[in-house]
């Protein structure tokens, strides 16, 4: 029989015997089906305690027989796909029952699921517990098998199943090979002996199919497999099942971490593509913003360059057309209107008057008041009359308008770019705090400038007067880094949003910030300057940002004041500086104490105190009828919300100031702002000093104190713009100032007044009155106790407008703080320290000295000494007095610091001892006196002998280094260093030879202007910077300096000129008796009327109280105001050639030609001391700066030193030394 027979009858005997077992075993699979889905379903719960052998025996036995029975079920599988291999329709059914057998059996499922499952996961997680590592069963699975084809007859068996399994059989060694740890503990012979070990030879040795059938059908396998390949299936499904567990559990987790990182990621992306929007549109934002701020710096600088322009032509105008101008004429002047200008001077005083082209007399006010306030019909009708002439003169006289926008833009944008320095480094909105005013704009800081341009679209803005507006000068607005002087914090509305700048002009700007934190922002962009250099605070912007009270702990001006080394107004100024008062807030102006109780005497008496206010009461408490109202007020106030009160209005408001200066420009202008338009009733303005002082005495609404133009300001009480101000009720018409009995002028008053508030008296209890203001009886129980408490809204810190969201309300309290007073800041809460009194500072302030004459000094060349300069001062590196003769020699003689010293002196037993030799305040020059190195000490001879050398011809640096001569016949002036007398420098400017020069005060770096004079009828004026020991223009040039400024409207030769840095003047007298007052900015302010018996004037000088003394050349003296106001003359019957003033101004020192050395009082000119007459006439005088000795230049060619005491003649002190 061949072999294909053969193999035919075996798989059909096979097959039937497969049949007939198949029938048997499907009853007993039926049965044990649903218990294998139950062990299946609980496999969960029991497979580990089968894994642990820790399964009772039952359960086991269970096990054994359903494993048999799968055993044998698969093996009866196996069979029947093996006999069915050659037949289609046997194979179609063989898969459909293979397909039936897997959706009924789960078991099929999850063991399929247990092989395609990748376990690398869970291997790696079991790692970490210590447990063996599974194989990976999923690295070498094989391709899913095909239908195999039908086996052809020519086929033998071998082939056969090499075609039939050799997919399967690698599989199989694969799956023996990997889980050989595992099934050689279950795949056990009858011995108990390990199959899978032995199996394992075969299989990796041979790659047969044959001989793995006949493996796996050996009878050793076949029993184990029927044995003990059930249970072992069931714990590879369980285990595959746990596997699949994790692995879905791993799957899971693994998918929402992904999911949580697309989420992420999409979020991310959401929030990137968003941040890239809100990017762009911020960038876009900024790039708008920036190229807004472009256009409104190039407007802003289009404005004020117009604005320049506009004043230039003005000022060119003027010096062309005023009477002592190319196109002047000596026609009648019709009224110049004046405004009061915001030069400071070193004492903050505001003196200095300049033209108004924008006054008038305002006869439209007039006119409305006048029909408000039911004036007779004369009265209004006079006022219309007026009114309509106005407005024809207006219409005359009216000046070419503003630039318009349009002709701006015409202006080179090349040109606007050059002004601004670098990149703009902080940009906010502000408010430009003016008096009367508050403009809305943008600040703008550069690395070296400072801007500020209005904001013509704000809506505030648009509601501001014109007429007030042109009084700011600053509405478009630039200052350069170098012009900073000092920054102060201040207050606005009661909150720390504001600053102050002091600039070198001696002017001050205010802003305001929308909060604290700009404020600190702006100063650290601004230049490190402090609060400036005069209260002895470092410069440091911890500075301008500190308190109040911090300033006032750390600056010595408090020492200064107890010690007498400043005045009782310069420190009340002070304390006003840094308790925020401001010229700037007509709200915070600077507050001054009534001083003076009697305006009805005739005479008035400073040494009686009758006449003196009591300084430790507040004016409201002065009267004690009324005080008595006020506490009566207080302690039956009964309101929630409202604490109690004595007063309710305030010390100071800005219609107070208003009414104080109503009759002074720009202040009547901000008066009429405030009033609508019209005068006040007569019957409420300020008229009289006495009826002032009674109304603050008896009425219960008025307790303001005063101001300090009081002390310093004669033209406030002028009514010189000529105002009709009306009539008060009593039929008086309100003009000028009705002043007291004892004042004779405004000029008195003044003076009296400031003699009042400096005078012993005063001085003794001032602390008193600092303490109600700014001290601890400001607030709490000490103002209870002194009377002194005002309405809550008037102090600091009841409210806080930035958390105030309710504008209605918050726009209330604004007005209530803007409109009913401010209370200064608190500096200090304890009792301020009184003033030290004279005597005790120097207890002999009143010996007498030994003799007037304290030493002569005689040069051997007999030459006039024209010039002297005392340069004393302990901090002058090398203290002496510069002396210049006529031949054009100098000398340096050295100053004895410790002169001082009387020439006798007490021992310890109180003897009074002479000493030998007595120490002389005045050492000649080394060089003059051993008669060698002569040429250092000459300025050479290339002077113009026409001229006569004088006094001002020569200026000395106040460091005495440095020599100025003029008179050189090539019209130049000379620069000449002291030590060596070598020419260091030679400026030309003028067109004819320069006559006479004059210096300045310097700066603390020692810089000033020098001024000249030529016969060309000009004056220039100089920049002098120590330095560079040059002197330089704007060019920046030393070879050939520009002057600052060049000022005309001389027809002659000048004679002589003074320049004055803190007054910001230059006065200049020519032949035939012109004298003429610029600023220092070349402004032709006025000329001075003088005398008609007054020719050429020939000496200058001026006060720091602004007294101009000019003396003429027939011993004539005139004294005029700063602002040009003739007051009186003296004649003097000899030829005055010399004129020095004391520091204070309050003092002439006089030398004539016949010798004699006087001493004069400035402000009536009275002559009260003569000195012992010397041999020849006097050229030159000089004052020490200690104040005890003057030094006078002979023209014999010697100095005499003259001891002088000016409390000889001080109105408190002068009957002590009789």
């Given at each position: 029989m061949s072999s294909q027979e053969e193999w035919n009858a075996f798989e059909e005997v096979k097959k039937g015997s497969a049949d007939e077992k198949r029938d048997s075993e499907e009853q007993k699979e039926k049965e044990t089906v649903g218990d294998r889905l139950r062990v299946n379903e609980g496999s969960d719960d029991s497979i580990g305690d089968r894994a642990d052998g820790s399964g009772n025996e039952a359960n086991g036995e269970s096990e054994s027989d359903e494993s048999e029975k799968e055993a044998e079920a698969n093996q009866n599988d196996d069979s029947v796909v093996d006999d069915e291999a050659d037949s289609g329709d046997e194979q179609v059914e063989i898969s459909s029952r293979t397909r039936t057998k897997s959706d009924t059996d789960p078991t099929a499922h999850a063991g399929i699921a247990s092989i395609e499952v990748k376990v690398n996961a869970i291997d790696e997680a079991n790692k970490d517990d210590g447990k063996p590592q599974r194989p990976d069963l999923t690295l070498n699975i094989p391709a899913p098998v095909e239908n195999l084809p039908m086996p052809s007859n020519s086929l033998s068996l071998t082939e056969r199943l090499?075609?039939?399994?050799?997919?399967?059989?690698?599989?199989?060694?694969?799956?023996?090979?990997?889980?050989?740890?595992?099934?050689?503990?279950?795949?056990?012979?009858?011995?108990?002996?390990?199959?899978?070990?032995?199996?394992?030879?075969?299989?990796?040795?041979?790659?047969?199919?044959?001989?793995?059938?006949?493996?796996?059908?050996?009878?050793?396998?076949?029993?184990?497999?029927?044995?003990?390949?059930g249970l072992a299936f069931i714990e590879l499904v369980n285990e595959g099942r746990l596997l699949s567990h994790a692995t879905r559990d791993h799957i899971v987790r693994v998918a929402n971490e992904a999911e949580f990182i697309l989420n992420r990621m999409r979020a991310e992306d959401v929030q990137k593509h968003a941040e890239f929007e809100s990017h762009c549109a911020q960038t876009m934002h900024n790039r708008k913003e920036e190229e807004k701020l472009c256009d409104h710096l190039i407007t802003s600088a289009r404005r004020r360059d117009a604005v320049v322009a506009?004043?230039?032509?003005?000022?060119?105008?003027?010096?062309?057309?005023?009477?002592?101008?190319?196109?002047?004429?000596?026609?009648?002047?019709?009224?110049?209107?004046?405004?009061?200008?915001?030069?400071?001077?070193?004492?903050?005083r505001r003196r200095r008057f300049v033209k108004n082209s924008y006054g008038s007399a305002h006869p439209q006010a007039t006119l409305k008041a006048a029909i408000e306030h039911g004036a007779t019909e004369d009265a209004v009708m006079a006022a219309k009359e007026a009114f309509h002439t106005h407005l024809q003169a207006t219409k005359q006289a009216q000046l070419t308008q503003d630039f318009t926008d349009e002709e701006l833009l015409q202006v080179d944008e090349k040109e606007l770019d050059m002004e601004f320095a670098g990149p703009v480094a902080l940009s906010t909105q502000c408010k430009l705090i003016a008096p009367g005013v508050v403009i809305h704009g943008t600040m703008s800081i550069t690395k070296f400038e400072l801007y500020f341009e209005m904001d013509d679209d704000d809506p505030h803005n648009k509601t501001l007067d014109s007429k007030v507006l042109q009084y700011v000068d600053y509405i478009h607005g630039k200052w350069h880094f170098n012009e900073v002087r000092a920054i102060f914090t201040r207050r606005y509305l009661l909150q720390n949003v504001s600053i102050e700048i002091f600039m070198s002009n001696r002017t001050a700007v205010m802003f305001a910030f929308p909060d604290h934190t700009t404020v600190k922002k702006v100063i650290n962009a601004l230049p490190r300057v402090g609060v400036g250099v005069k209260y002895g605070l470092p410069q440091a912007r911890r500075s301008s940002l500190a308190a109040p009270k911090q300033l006032y702990k750390l600056s010595s001006m408090t020492l200064k004041w107890q010690r007498r080394e400043l005045s009782n107004y310069d420190y009340l100024m002070y304390l006003n500086t840094i308790a925020g008062r401001t010229y700037n807030d007509l709200n915070q102006y600077p507050i001054f104490p009534w001083v003076i109780s009697n305006y009805e005497s005739n005479e008035l008496d400073l040494s009686l105190p009758s006449n003196f206010r009591d300084m430790s009461k507040p004016i409201g408490a002065l009267n004690p009828t009324r005080k008595q109202f006020f506490e009566e007020r207080y302690n039956t106030w009964e309101h929630e919300q409202i604490p109690p009160f004595h007063y309710g209005t305030h010390y100071s408001t800005s219609a107070f100031t208003l009414n104080w200066l109503l009759r002074l420009e720009p202040f009547t202008t901000l008066f009429l702002n405030l009033q609508g338009g019209k005068f006040d009733h007569a019957n409420r303005t300020f008229h009289s000093p006495l009826q002032s002082w009674k109304n603050c005495q008896r009425d219960t609404s008025d307790v303001k104190e005063l101001i300090p133009e009081f002390f310093y300001l004669p033209e406030m009480f002028y009514n010189s713009n000529n105002y009709n101000l009306g009539k008060t009720d009593e039929g008086l018409q309100v003009d000028d100032v009705l002043l007291p009995p004892w004042a004779k002028s405004p000029a008195e008053f003044v003076r009296i007044n400031r003699l009042a508030l400096e005078s012993e008296i005063v001085s003794c209890q001032l602390h008193q009155w600092i303490d109600l203001i700014f001290g601890y009886k400001q607030r709490g129980p000490e103002a209870v106790r002194a009377t002194n408490v005002f309405y809550y809204l008037t102090y600091e810190?009841?409210?806080?407008?930035?958390?105030?969201?309710?504008?209605?309300?918050?726009?209330?309290?604004?007005?209530?703080?803007?409109?009913?007073?401010?209370?200064?800041?608190?500096?200090?809460?304890?009792?301020?320290?009184?003033?030290n009194s004279a005597m005790h500072l120097t207890p002999m302030m009143f010996s007498q000295n030994q003799e007037d004459v304290c030493m002569i000094m005689k040069f051997l060349s007999n030459s006039p000494v024209t010039h002297l300069s005392a340069n004393t001062h302990h901090m002058v590196p090398t203290p002496a007095v510069v002396s210049v003769t006529a031949n054009h020699n100098f000398s340096v003689n050295k100053w004895n610091e410790t002169s001082s010293t009387s020439a006798s002196t007490t021992n310890n037993t109180g003897n009074t001892e002479k000493t030998d030799q007595p120490q002389l305040p005045l050492s000649m020059d080394q060089f003059l006196v051993q008669h060698t190195n002569l040429n250092r000490r000459t300025l050479g001879d290339n002077f113009d002998q026409r001229l006569t050398v004088s006094h001002s011809s020569f200026v000395v640096t106040s460091d005495n280094k440095h020599i100025f001569a003029c008179q050189f016949w090539d019209k130049s002036f000379r620069v000449f260093g002291v030590d060596s007398a070598k020419m260091i420098q030679v400026v030309y400017g003028h067109f004819d030879v320069v006559t006479?020069?004059?210096?300045?005060?310097?700066?603390?770096?020692?810089?000033?202007?020098?001024?000249?004079?030529?016969?060309?009828?000009?004056?220039?004026?100089?920049?002098?910077?120590?330095?560079?020991?040059?002197?330089?223009?704007?060019?920046?040039?030393?070879?050939?300096?520009?002057?600052?400024?060049?000022?005309?409207?001389?027809e002659q030769e000048v004679t002589c000129v003074f320049v004055s840095t803190e007054l910001g003047l230059v006065v200049s007298g020519s032949k035939g008796g012109s004298c003429l007052m610029h600023s220092i900015n070349g402004d032709l302010l006025r000329s001075l009327e003088i005398p008609e018996s007054c020719v050429t004037p020939e000496i200058l000088t001026l006060t720091r109280e602004g007294y101009i003394l000019i003396k003429y050349d027939r011993g004539v003296i005139c004294l005029f105001s700063i602002n040009g106001q003739y007051l009186r003359h003296t004649e003097h019957s000899d030829n005055i050639q010399a004129m020095v003033l004391n520091r204070s101004g309050e003092y002439l020192i006089t030398g004539g030609?016949?010798?004699?050395?006087?001493?004069?009082?400035?402000?009536?000119?009275?002559?009260?001391?003569?000195?012992?007459?010397?041999?020849?006439?006097?050229?030159?005088?000089?004052?020490?700066?200690?104040?005890?000795?003057?030094?006078?230049?002979?023209?014999?060619?010697?100095?005499?030193?003259?001891?002088?005491d000016f409390n000889k003649w001080h109105h408190e002190f002068q009957d002590r030394y009789q």
């Open positions: 090499e075609r039939a399994l050799g997919s399967v059989a690698p599989l199989m060694r694969e799956i023996f090979g990997d889980f050989a740890p595992f099934l050689s503990k279950t795949l056990l012979g009858s011995h108990g002996q390990e199959l899978v070990l032995g199996g394992l030879v075969t299989l990796k040795q041979s790659s047969s199919v044959v001989e793995l059938v006949m493996l796996l059908c050996s009878q050793e396998w076949q029993n184990s497999l029927q044995k003990h390949a506009t004043k230039l032509k003005e000022k060119i105008l003027n010096i062309l057309t005023n009477k002592h101008g190319a196109w002047g004429t000596d026609a009648p002047v019709v009224h110049e209107f004046c405004k009061l200008d915001s030069w400071e001077d070193d004492s903050r810190g009841n409210v806080n407008l930035e958390k105030m969201r309710d504008p209605v309300m918050r726009e209330a309290i604004e007005n209530q703080i803007r409109c009913f007073g401010q209370t200064p800041a608190q500096l200090l809460t304890e009792p301020h320290p009184p003033r006479c020069i004059a210096r300045s005060e310097s700066s603390l770096n020692q810089d000033c202007y020098i001024v000249t004079g030529s016969k060309d009828c000009t004056v220039m004026l100089w920049h002098w910077y120590a330095r560079q020991q040059a002197i330089m223009g704007d060019n920046g040039s030393i070879i050939s300096p520009t002057p600052k400024a060049t000022l005309t409207g001389h030609h016949e010798g004699a050395v006087s001493v004069w009082r400035t402000h009536d000119l009275n002559q009260l001391y003569n000195y012992p007459t010397c041999d020849s006439g006097i050229k030159t005088l000089a004052l020490s700066h200690d104040q005890r000795y003057v030094m006078a230049g002979l023209g014999s060619g010697c100095i005499i030193v003259f001891n002088i």
